[in-house]
């Protein structure tokens, strides 16, 4: 079982950046895939970034975010981070993290609030 605990929401103006992190309560070397999802109000929760387990760390974004978002994994600090440049209005949601191994564990979540 492992815990996720996210941190670095806020409300920011349109092209500003935050860094998101999501603090595992044990060892993330093993887990297969960790990322993040973001769920806005009135929509479908989607998937925004993955990275998986491992020497690579391979990622994977969502079309929407391409080259603005960057994911990264400590595995020294137990933790996965989320970087969001250029920020728009539309980026606006709950941010929740998330880690697959076996299982899927979620974070509570935390909001991000992009003003135009």
């Known amino acids: 079982q492992v815990q996720l605990v996210e941190s670095g929401g806020g409300l920011v103006q349109a092209g500003g950046s935050l860094r998101l992190s999501c603090a595992a309560s044990r060892s993330i070397f093993s887990i297969n895939r960790m990322g993040w999802y973001r769920q806005a109000p009135g929509k479908q929760r989607e998937l925004v970034a993955e990275?998986?387990?491992?020497?690579?760390?391979?990622?994977n974004y969502d079309d929407s975010v391409k080259g603005r978002f960057t994911i990264s994994r400590d595995n020294a600090k137990n933790s996965v981070y989320l970087q969001m440049n250029s920020l728009k209005p539309e980026d606006t949601a709950v941010y929740h993290c998330y880690a697959y191994s076996m299982y899927t564990y979620w974070g509570q979540g935390t909001q991000v609030t992009v003003s135009s």
């Open positions: 990275i998986t387990s491992g020497g690579s760390g391979s990622t």
